[in-house]
């Protein structure tokens, strides 16, 4: 019996968050109409070397260096000819630079040697590149080939958590939740709803209460009512 109630609290919890995830995408999807990445890229490689570069620094960090590296290496044939130094040269304002510079180089020559030059579309091959993640993988997966999978970073995390819609406490356990959860018609945008959301209203300090979409369902800001006033 113990077994039986505990699963029926599961599937009950389950579609409680299934609900609210429902509601809440319907609130952004009108808030944000055009989800669309800050990142600049041509091609999904581009997206791909993009990515990669956004680790733990600005999108508008990557954008102000991308446009020469892309124009002098489009391809992984063109990036491997310009090569660790080129690369690193044009990339070193960016934080981790160095090691940024070398991962780039290394995926660019397992895509030339491996998958012809193309950027793969498994998960299972993208995280064997160097400095592609499952969260790099995702976004590459979600936004260059419209596969039905959500990224989780910082922004993400923090705004599942304060809407209730994942408990997990790790990137991947998030990702898991709102995989599960998110309304099959929003998936393709889900990532962008909830990042954008993160980065100018539900920011991690000074979160914009006021002016949110989704402060009705707001958990945090119903055990925190004095931020209505920030």
């Not at 290394?106 to 030059?117: K, M, P, R, T, Y």
């Amino acid at each position: 019996m113990a077994a039986a109630e505990d699963f029926a609290e599961k599937s009950s919890g389950l579609q409680a968050r299934k609900e609210l995830a429902r509601k809440v995408y319907e609130l952004l999807a009108k808030a944000i109409p055009e989800p669309k990445p800050e990142l600049e890229y041509h091609s999904v490689y581009e997206l791909l070397t993009a990515v990669m570069l956004s680790a733990q620094t600005t999108d508008k960090s990557v954008n102000a260096v991308t446009g020469e590296l892309f124009k002098k290496a489009p391809t992984p044939q063109t990036m491997l000819e310009l090569g660790e130094d080129g690369v690193r040269d044009i990339v070193r304002t960016v934080g981790l630079a160095n090691t940024k510079a070398k991962h780039i180089i290394g995926a660019a020559g397992i895509l030339v040697s491996e998958f012809n030059g193309k950027v793969p579309e498994t998960m299972e091959e993208l995280v064997r590149l160097p400095g592609v993640g499952e969260k790099t993988a995702k976004v590459v997966l979600n936004v260059g080939f419209g596969k039905g999978v959500i990224a989780v970073d910082t922004h993400i995390l923090r705004v599942a958590h304060r809407l209730g819609l994942s408990e997990a406490r790790t990137p991947a356990g998030v990702s898991k939740d709102l995989e599960e959860i998110t309304p099959a018609e929003y998936v393709r945008n889900a990532h962008h709803y909830l990042l954008l959301h993160g980065r100018y209203t539900c920011k991690a300090q000074k979160p914009q209460c006021r002016n949110c979409p989704v402060s009705a369902l707001c958990r945090y800001l119903s055990a925190n009512p004095w931020l209505r006033a920030g």
